[in-house]
């Protein structure tokens, strides 16, 4: 009799075995998917941050470079799915050289940042706009904007202080 009892009992482990299993499987389950949801949530707070530290640094650069003579080349990163920085310097929006420009060929959301307070904006390959302000500044030649693209994920363009304003000069 005590061999019939052991038998019974080793039945009853195998179930219970892999009830344990499974709920291992399932927590493993929940704890993969929770990690790869919190991983792309940091990815993509850390692209928020990396592009909103980009953007003050373009305002202090162009503030700091208003002092009347300073003249300053500029090299710095772009935020990674972005391909080009865009300044317009408009006062009218309804101006049709502005109207006509390659930028809004190439973005046609650029007139919309003309007409807005922003006048700077960030773009990407398939023609999304991140528009920012930033004061005092003007872009060499009778242009009312200019794009700037990325080179190996670096902008490059001089900034000239005027006193008053930074004048945008490209590089090339």
Avoid at 21 to 40: R, V
């Amino acid at each position: 009799m005590k061999r019939c009892a052991g038998n019974k009992s080793r039945k009853a482990q195998i179930p219970s075995t892999v009830f344990i299993y499974a709920l291992a499987a399932i927590i493993i389950a929940f704890i993969l998917i929770f990690g790869y949801s919190a991983i792309g949530k940091l990815g993509s707070t850390a692209s928020k941050t990396e592009t909103a530290k980009f953007k003050t640094d373009i305002k202090n650069l162009i503030i700091e470079d208003t002092s009347y003579g300073k003249s300053d080349y500029i090299t710095i990163n772009i935020p990674m799915g972005y391909s080009e920085l865009c300044f317009i310097a408009t006062e009218d929006p309804d101006d049709s050289e502005f109207v006509q420009s390659d930028t809004t060929d190439k973005y046609p959301l650029a007139y919309d940042v003309a007409e807005s307070p922003n006048n700077v904006f960030l773009a990407d390959d398939e023609g999304n706009i991140d528009p920012f302000l930033v004061e005092d500044f003007s872009i060499e030649g009778d242009k009312t904007d200019i794009c700037i693209p990325a080179q190996s994920g670096q902008l490059k363009f001089r900034i000239e202080g005027k006193g008053d304003h930074a004048l945008i000069i490209p590089v090339n």
